[in-house]
């Protein structure tokens, strides 16, 4: 069984406050895009629990350590499934802010519930993957949402930025979560997040922001060179995904103006 596995972009994300948890409380919203990875999940003919291949971008480590792999074994240890054989093709880029492991976690736990015919629903769904990732769980409905609680509380809203052109950029710098939240000064927005996106696109650069940028535009630079990058391009609105590092401009249509991002990871196409 075939799926794509799709990454997302922040628009915005405001750090309200701490949790005794040890997290922080949170408002984002998050925005699915075209960037993917490929999944295939099919019965075992030869295997006893299962083979995991990937292609793509290299992945390092236990494959026990995967999300994919653990979502798998929180299905198996809750359901009767067969073993079964996973492909990964890895195409989202680590650390970036994409949500690329969650994705495919959740990817993965949609996908068992479909080949298996476990019946599982959505509400339930969305608990596992909470299991697994605070950003799991938005990609099990996988639309625009705007999310509070550690990102994990998910209400619907009417947006659309259907037929706008998006670029991203990810540059070659990983971003600790520690030095995400370095310099950030955790507090409630005048304005909440939920209605400020119900504005223009054309009024979020001076009314939505990351809070991250503060503390990863401080230490790298150079990522804040592609946010103003974008915007001499003609972006609409530009902004840091997540806690970094790739940075993603909104355009009316694609732009004309072109900048050479060097050795950047960078894509981009018609948003849905």
Same mark, same amino acid.
């Given at each position: ?18 949790? /005794?948890?040890?997290?922080?409380? =949170?408002?984002?919203? &998050?925005?699915? @895009?075209? $960037? #993917? ?5 099919? +019965? ?29 074994r929180l299905i198996r ?66 639309? /625009?949402?705007?999310?509070?609680? =550690?990102?994990?509380? &998910?209400?619907? @809203?009417? $947006? #659309? ?5 998006? +670029? ?10 520690p030095e995400a939240y ?91």
């Amino acid at each position: 069984m075939l799926t794509y596995p799709n990454a997302k972009i922040n628009l915005g994300l405001n750090v309200v406050k701490p949790r /005794p948890d040890g997290y922080h409380n =949170i408002e984002t919203v &998050f925005y699915p @895009i075209g $960037l #993917s990875d490929v999944l295939d999940v099919e +019965v075992s003919e030869t295997c006893s629990d299962y083979s995991f291949s990937t292609s793509g971008i290299t992945l390092e480590g236990d494959p026990e350590d995967n999300l994919i792999v653990k979502a798998y074994r929180l299905i198996r240890s809750a359901y009767q499934i067969s073993p079964i054989d996973i492909s990964l093709c890895k195409q989202i880029p680590f650390g970036a802010g994409l949500g690329g492991g969650s994705s495919d976690a959740a990817f993965m736990l949609k996908t068992l519930n479909d080949l298996f015919e476990l019946k599982i629903t959505t509400k339930k769904l969305e608990r596992l993957a909470s299991k697994l990732g605070a950003d799991c769980p938005v990609f099990i409905q996988n639309k /625009p949402v705007f999310a509070k609680g =550690i990102g994990n509380e &998910f209400t619907s @809203i009417e $947006l #659309s930025l259907k037929d706008k052109f998006l +670029v991203l950029v990810k540059p070659d710098i990983h971003i600790s979560t520690p030095e995400a939240y370095s310099l950030v000064v955790p507090e409630k927005p005048e304005i909440s997040l939920a209605e400020l996106i119900k504005q223009p696109i054309t009024e979020w650069k001076n009314m939505i922001k990351n809070d991250f940028e503060k503390s990863v535009f401080a230490n790298h630079p150079e990522i804040e060179a592609i946010k103003d990058n974008l915007y001499k391009m003609g972006a609409l609105y530009a902004s840091m995904s997540g806690s970094g590092s790739s940075v993603f401009g909104i355009f009316e249509t694609e732009p004309e103006k072109t900048i050479d991002f060097g050795k950047y990871f960078v894509t981009g196409g018609i948003l849905d």
